[in-house]
């Protein structure tokens, strides 16, 4: 059907005010038009134009930047009227890392490491104090402080780079590359005849597998590699330091190999020499700490040669994979006293301690200060607290995720626990209260090796990871993430994204956390058969445009092995198989007392047929003019839901808002299949929709043909066939035009004049058959009349292919203006993002990638005016479309329910009747009451 440019002949009836503000934005927009239109053809590209990105990435004060910014290097005319650039800069970096949290010695304050950065948070304010950025950007081993001068600390990083930080004045004092393979490193004050000098006691991999141990000592300007003083072909992986350098104790998976200085006057000469033992258990070591004695540790700053040879106690405790605790006290004395009996030290040692309580491998596993106690954690979320005198356990259940590593403050009064969720937990020694919380984005781990991964054998590209920005709070994301996180990254099993998540990307602070559907994170999370008990997952993520109301998809199927005796019944699809899934759609409401969000309503089975049961979901979209979502599922079938009233036989079932219960229904479908241009009989696999900006409009592309629908009498009034769209996974409206995005192409249909333009995928066009790629994510932005597309490459050379080995992956973003087939941007992406989203109030990208870094694409354009978050929804509603289909006011009912603008202009006596109105006068509730309800409302009004 053509679309006819004229206005309405006849209008329905409005307030003159109303009419006249309308009438005046109309004027804009059309003159707006007009001017973009005459733009164009004067100058052949309007918009946006590029010029080359800064170097300098801008920095708000509170989170780490990474230097490396991406250029764009296309060549692209610039417009004299305009000055825009784009730049790709880090937000905050990602994951916190399992390695031991240091505290400082006032324990005032910890440091953790966050990818390439080191993040000193201050316990007092639980605030972030300070970032230490490493300029390579490698990734962090390993957090030392200085023996000596506790405002130095020592960080270690993948490449081999230990650098010397006073991390109280953010200076870094010394470098040393020297510290290739590095596995494990101490830092430590040892004798080397001069005085006491500090040293790095370094566990290295070289080149033939083989481990070696070397002692380094950091002068001002390093003059040497060190002195190895082990080198074995056992795979030791752990390293520690006690006595001054005089024990070394280094372990693998069943080797405890110890090493006690055989140098006089107890310090290291030129040639530092250890007499080696070695010790064989009968276990898998999966954990282990040592403790030495406190009279000796304390003397070690101040030791002399008569203090040298005072007795020294070392005890040791290994964890296990079975679960058990082996525990030595005074081991060095025990060796030595084995060894002067004629023992062998291969054969191992008596036993003197076994302690039992975890059902799977200890991860991590200390001592308390004084000796008393040792404290276990594992994957059972349980920190057990041994103590050994009596042999009693004390228990601190149900963390919220297995526990990787632990660590004590110098004085034994706090410990710090790092959980598998990507969150920090400071606990007090003596009520074991939960001090601080330093908490990251707690995304699923599995993800992270997307990178080794053929493109054949990942995900769907529309269904990366759901999330969305606030309409209202575009700073606060929310993110579904895994109700439980396992310890190490091989065990995860995808499929259990059940938890919202709210993150307030500009402070790189967590905010919430909810559980969307139901979990098992306390519980046995096995099944009788040992198969694991996996959560539904969540799909779909959308909210209304005010952030009252939130819809939800989540899906769960059960385990193969517990539906196989039913498939010999007979309830079976035309396939012969049958769906055991179940599908539910869920409608949540913001409350703003308690902020959580309260579940409303659940549809089970909201697209169902009657030979299948439930069939999935593939689009969810809000509608940006009033409380309403859109759903279309593998039946093909558009569903509309909208909330109504709940009536009770009762007046006391009333909200908190004193406004009546809603519960939401369907009221409206439309049947897809049978629209012109879908072939018959073929099963839907895809689908994708958007509605336009003011509402007027849903755009739905499926089967490679795009439905325009008009949402005021939902009925096909444009269909577009023939676009070779068939893998579409993406459909945005921008202003007047549909931003469809495929794997090979992105194409740009003008509804008003019916002209398409496509742009191709960078890379789609190879026939060399090398060089894969395609685009799996796509946004719109309209505030800066741009849409932004990622791209997957996979690349494979010849003597790859003659060793069959996977393609490497790699990732780029690109932006585009309407007007330009050429990218304005593009960069490269260091890991895989997970999603794209586009901030409406500043005009930025934000990327989401495995590693749990937040990076901003931000245009800087100096006539750019961001609007505010609270703005005017008026002005973001109107753009153009209400002429698109003709004249719609012409035999068109009013809507049922007011639009979020007419309700944001509702009078405020309108508001208050269900205050007062609420029951007859001789009931209603004191005045207290009264006016305390009348105040909420004018507060919420204003």
């Not at 005089?246 to 080797?255: K, N």
């Not at 080696?276 to 700053?301: A, F, G, Y």
């Not at 006011?889 to 049922?896: A, E, I, R, T, V």
Request: contains cysteine; aromatic residues 6%; glycine residues 6%.
């Amino acid at each position: 059907m053509s679309s006819s440019p004229h206005q309405p002949t006849q209008a329905s009836k409005r307030s003159r005010t109303k009419d006249v503000i309308q009438d005046n934005m109309a004027a804009e927009d059309q003159n707006r038009s007009k001017r973009r239109k005459f733009s164009q053809d004067e100058k052949g590209t309007a918009g946006l134009m590029i010029s080359g990105a800064s170097n300098e990435p801008p920095y708000d004060g509170n989170m780490p930047l990474n230097k490396q910014t991406a250029q764009s290097h296309m060549g692209i005319e610039q417009s004299p009227s305009t000055s825009t650039r784009w730049s790709l800069h880090h937000a905050f970096s990602g994951y916190i890392s399992n390695i031991e949290p240091v505290f400082s010695p006032d324990e005032n304050f910890i440091f953790l490491s966050l990818g390439g950065v080191v993040q000193v948070f201050s316990l007092s304010t639980s605030r972030p104090f300070r970032y230490l950025q490493m300029k390579d950007s490698s990734k962090i081993l390993s957090l030392k402080l200085s023996p000596s001068r506790p405002e130095h600390l020592y960080v270690l990083t993948s490449s081999g780079t230990l650098v010397q930080w006073d991390w109280e004045s953010s200076k870094q004092l010394a470098v040393w590359d020297k510290f290739q393979k590095t596995i494990s490193f101490e830092i430590c004050c040892v004798n080397f005849g001069r005085g006491m000098r500090v040293a790095a006691f370094s566990l290295r991999e070289k080149k033939d597998g083989r481990r070696q141990i070397s002692i380094s000592p950091l002068d001002e300007v390093p003059s040497s590699n060190g002195f190895v003083v082990l080198e074995t072909t056992k795979p030791i992986s752990r390293l520690k330091v006690l006595q001054g350098g005089q024990v070394l104790i280094a372990c693998d998976s069943q080797h405890v190999i110890i090493g006690t200085s055989s140098t006089g006057g107890g310090g290291l000469g030129d040639e530092p020499i250890y007499i080696w033992k070695e010790l064989k258990l009968p276990v898998k070591i999966t954990s282990l700490d040592v403790r030495e004695n406190l009279i000796s540790s304390e003397s070690l700053p101040t030791r002399t040669s008569a203090s040298a040879d005072a007795p020294v106690t070392i005890d040791l405790a290994l964890g296990e994979s079975n679960g058990s605790i082996l525990v030595y006290h005074d081991i060095v004395n025990t060796l030595q006293r084995s060894e002067s009996m004629g023992g062998t030290e291969k054969k191992g040692l008596p036993l003197l301690r076994k302690l039992h309580w975890h059902r799977e491998a200890v991860t991590s596993l200390c001592w308390s200060r004084d000796g008393n106690y040792v404290i276990s954690g594992g994957k059972e979320s349980v920190l057990v607290f041994w103590q050994l005198d009596s042999g009693r356990k004390q228990f601190l259940p149900h963390l919220s995720s297995p526990i990787c590593s632990m660590a004590i403050s110098p004085s034994g009064r706090l410990y710090a626990v790092k959980l598998a969720d990507n969150s920090v937990v400071i606990l007090s020694a003596t009520e074991l209260e939960q001090i601080a919380t330093i908490t990251g984005l707690q995304l699923p781990r599995w993800v992270h090796k997307m990178k080794d991964i053929s493109s054949e054998g990942s995900q769907s590209p529309s269904h990366m990871i759901p999330a969305l920005l606030h309409p209202q709070r575009p700073d606060s994301l929310l993110i579904a993430i895994p109700a439980r996180q396992p310890v190490h990254e091989q065990s995860y099993s995808p499929g259990n994204l059940s938890v919202l998540q709210t993150f307030n990307i500009r402070t790189g602070s967590h905010v919430s956390r909810q559980a969307l559907s139901r979990t098992n994170i306390t519980v046995l999370n096995k099944g009788p058969e040992g198969a694991a008990i996996v959560s539904p997952d969540i799909q779909h993520l959308a909210m209304s445009r005010d952030g009252k109301w939130l819809a939800t998809v989540d899906t769960w199927s059960p385990h193969r092995a517990d539906v196989d005796a039913l498939e010999s019944f007979p309830l079976r699809n035309a396939n012969g198989s049958q769906s055991y899934s179940e599908i539910f759609l869920k409608f949540w409401a913001w409350n703003d007392l308690t902020e959580v969000w309260e579940l409303v309503t659940r549809i089970d089975a909201p697209h169902y047929r009657t030979v299948d049961g439930p069939v999935p979901l593939y689009c969810l979209s809000s509608r940006p003019d009033r409380h309403g979502f859109a759903t279309l599922g593998a039946d093909g079938v558009l569903r509309l839901w909208e909330p109504t009233a709940r009536h009770h036989h009762s007046t006391k079932s009333r909200t908190q808002g004193n406004r009546p219960e809603q519960t939401w229904k369907c009221q409206t479908s439309i049947d897809l299949t049978a629209s012109p241009g879908v072939e018959h009989g073929k099963s839907l696999t895809s689908a994708s929709m958007s509605f336009s900006e003011d509402g007027s409009v849903l755009a739905i592309c499926m089967q490679g043909v795009v439905h325009l629908i008009d949402t005021h009498r939902w009925e096909i009034r444009r269909t577009r066939s023939g676009l070779s769209l068939n893998d579409a996974f993406s459909v945005k409206f921008l202003e007047r035009y549909v931003v469809l995005t495929s794997k090979k192409s992105t194409t740009i249909w003008d509804t008003v004049n019916d002209v398409l333009k496509s742009i191709l995928t960078p890379g789609s066009a190879s026939t060399s058959g090398s060089n894969e790629s395609d685009a799996i994510l796509s946004t719109v932005n309209s505030q800066t009349q741009s849409f932004a597309v990622v791209t997957r490459c996979s690349s494979q050379s010849d003597d790859d292919k003659s060793t069959k080995r996977r393609r490497k992956l790699s990732y780029h973003i690109e932006v585009y203006s309407l007007h330009s087939s050429v990218p304005l941007f593009q960069s490269a992406l260091e890991y895989p993002p997970l999603c794209l989203l586009s901030d409406p109030t500043t005009g930025d990208y934000i990327i989401v990638d495995t590693a749990a870094n937040v990076k901003r694409l931000s245009c800087h354009d100096e006539n750019h005016q961001p609007s505010s978050a609270s703005g005017n929804l008026s002005s973001n509603l109107k753009t153009g479309l209400e002429n698109l289909f003709g004249s719609l006011g012409q035999g068109l009912s009013m809507p049922k329910h007011p639009s979020l603008e007419e309700e944001a202009t509702m009078p405020q006596s309108r508001k208050l009747d269900g205050i007062f109105d609420r029951a007859p006068p001789f009931s209603l509730p004191p005045v207290s009451v009264l006016f305390k309800d009348v105040i909420n409302s004018l507060v919420t009004a204003s």
